[in-house]
């Protein structure tokens, strides 16, 4: 069911993009340009806060060494 809601938001937005030509589409654009940016800045902010964050971000940014192409593709495909 929520998929069918997500289909009817996308085709809704895409009529009325279209339905009164390129000034109504303006409008669209004031949503659908900040609204991932936004949805990213939220996601952030709420998995900051979870518990062990700052050692994966700790992780990310400082590693404990590159691994060897080998271990990757073994990772990978085991």
């Known amino acids: 069911m929520p998929a069918f809601f997500a ?10 993009a279209v339905f009164k030509g390129v000034h109504s589409s303006s409008y669209i654009v004031w949503f659908t340009v900040p ?10 902010f709420k998995n900051i806060g ?3 964050a700052d050692k994966g971000i700790d992780k990310y940014l ?3 060494g590159q691994p060897t192409p ?6 990978a495909v085991g």
């Open 7 to 16: 289909t009817m938001v996308v085709w809704l937005t895409c009529f009325f």
């Open 35 to 44: 609204a991932p940016f936004i949805f990213i800045l939220i996601m952030v």
């Open 70 to 75: 080998d271990t990757v593709w073994a990772d």
């Open 62 to 64: 400082n590693g404990t």
């Open 50 to 52: 979870l518990e062990g």
